[in-house]
């Protein structure tokens, strides 16, 4: 929808059946809740429609968004919770009192070892620790759009409408002579005619969360140089963290005549892409297909078999096991080198929240997350052994909006000389049918995994 900014009125323009991608989402803390802080504050939505920014407050927040696509802006009001552990201290004090202070995410951490060292000596806890912070790496499910096709139909007559300005008047002159008994008449709209953006890219910390450098370009032009502009940057990840447009009055050429809006045709048959797994694949990849789970064909036999209305009987059958969402984390398997690596990229955190949505449609929507705890460098020899206990939340909602939730604790070990988890996490909880939603994996790592089921939306 596009609306006009001197009128407020909105018309059509195109039609698109994916999510709105490139929507410049701003958060934005009310009044009184200052201490609030998003890095960055403004972000793109991706192909998927979704933006992401990291989000640190002491206490509960009122946050409005904004998003701004196509011309339209939308404000809406949330309530978020503090976020955990915003002091880099463990949420419960050491025996040995060593994490009393806050000043230690490591040393004081819940259920701190007592055990003895590789040479039967007493864990020192007074032996400075490195910084520490949860890693990990998500895969998404993407694709599965189509169309049910068109049965075949009758021509089309009515009038067609055209507009422009004095940029493209050649075409309103070839109106002219293709239909000398047209209607055509000049009106004043406000245009857009130039822009100026900020695009910024950020370097983050080793905890993902502090940004250690930002680097801001400044680009300008005209509308019709916008795309082959900003294009360039959004490819390698730039965020437009201050955009705006210069309008102008403009004299409008308005041309309308009857014709033919749509010939006479014989159906058109189903449409489909393909339903994938996307991720990274290896440490040093930004995003990879790493599996098709259903072809372009089969997507397109789905819609096809859809009808009007849609039946809710007709969707892409198979769990998340059997889509290979599970192997996609152990193939190939990063082991300690490549997450090492991984974790000192400069990356933002991980994302907190997985989850499986499949309330209706073709193809669900799924992401699972692999997390692990990892020390900046070795922890050192001598010292004692890092742990970090986090809080996780469970939650089945269905289609009515009935929710059954539960609550656990998952606790990661780092122990001397390592950097990286390497013991199986402990977990508390999630009894019954939460229970497979984590696993607990041998090398340390956690897998978050809510299933797919059908009428539910499941997320950790």
């Known amino acids: 929808i596009w609306v006009n900014p001197a009128t407020g009125l909105g018309e059509i323009r195109h039609e698109s059946e994916g999510p709105a991608a490139n929507a410049a989402v701003t958060f934005q803390t009310l009044s009184g809740y200052e201490s609030a802080a998003f890095s960055p504050s403004t972000v793109m939505t991706g192909t998927n429609g979704i933006g992401e920014t990291v989000y640190t407050s002491t206490s509960g927040t009122s946050v409005e968004a904004t998003a701004a696509f196509a011309g339209m802006t939308v404000a809406e009001t949330i309530e978020l919770p503090a976020s955990i552990d915003t002091t880099g201290g463990p949420w419960n004090g050491g025996t040995d009192g060593s994490g009393t202070d806050g000043g230690s995410s490591t040393a004081g951490g819940t259920n701190g070892s007592t055990n003895g060292n590789q040479n039967n000596q007493s864990p020192n806890p007074n032996i ?38 004095e940029q493209n008047i050649d075409e309103y002159w070839d109106l002219l002579a293709q239909y000398p008994d047209c209607s055509h008449w000049l009106t004043e709209d406000q245009i857009a005619v130039s822009f100026t953006a900020v695009l910024t890219l950020s370097t983050f910390a080793f905890d993902g969360i502090t940004v250690t450098n930002v680097t801001e370009i400044p680009e300008s032009g005209s509308m019709s140089d916008k795309d082959e502009i900003l294009n360039p940057y959004l490819e390698q990840h730039y965020l437009l ?22 010939p006479a045709h014989d159906g058109y048959d189903a449409s489909g892409s393909a339903f994938l797994i996307t991720g990274r694949l290896n440490p040093d990849s930004d995003l990879d297909t790493i599996a098709i789970i259903s072809q372009d064909l089969e997507i397109a036999s789905l819609y096809e078999s859809l009808g009007s209305p849609p039946s809710p009987n007709v969707y892409l059958p198979e769990v998340v096991t059997s889509m290979g969402f599970e192997n996609s984390f152990l193939t190939p398997n990063w082991g300690d080198p490549g997450k090492i690596f991984f974790g000192k990229r400069g990356l933002p955190a991980p994302p907190t929240s997985s989850s499986a949505e499949f309330i209706d449609g073709v193809v669900p929507s799924v992401s699972w997350n692999e997390y692990w705890f990892q020390a900046e460098e070795a922890i050192p020899t001598g010292a004692v052994e890092t742990k970090k206990t986090f809080l996780i939340h469970a939650k089945k909602t269905t289609k009515e909006g009935q929710i059954t939730e539960d609550f656990a604790s998952i606790t990661f070990t780092i122990r001397e000389s390592k950097e990286v988890s390497d013991l199986q996490p402990d977990i508390q909880g999630l009894d019954g049918n939460f229970s497979t939603w984590v696993e607990a994996k041998a090398d340390g790592t956690l897998l978050v995994k809510p299933p797919v089921e059908r009428g539910m939306r499941n997320v950790v």
Not at 135 to 163: C, I, V
Not at 241 to 262: C, G, K, M, P, Q
């Open 128 to 165: 400075p620790m490195p910084e520490t912070a949860l890693k990990g790496r998500t895969h998404n499910t993407d694709g599965g759009y189509g169309s049910p096709g068109q049965p075949a139909e009758e021509a089309l007559y009515g009038t067609s409408f055209h507009s422009g300005t």
């Open 241 to 262: 963290s201050d955009y705006h447009e210069t309008f102008a009055t403009t004299a409008v050429w308005n041309v309308s005549f009857d014709t033919l809006l749509r």
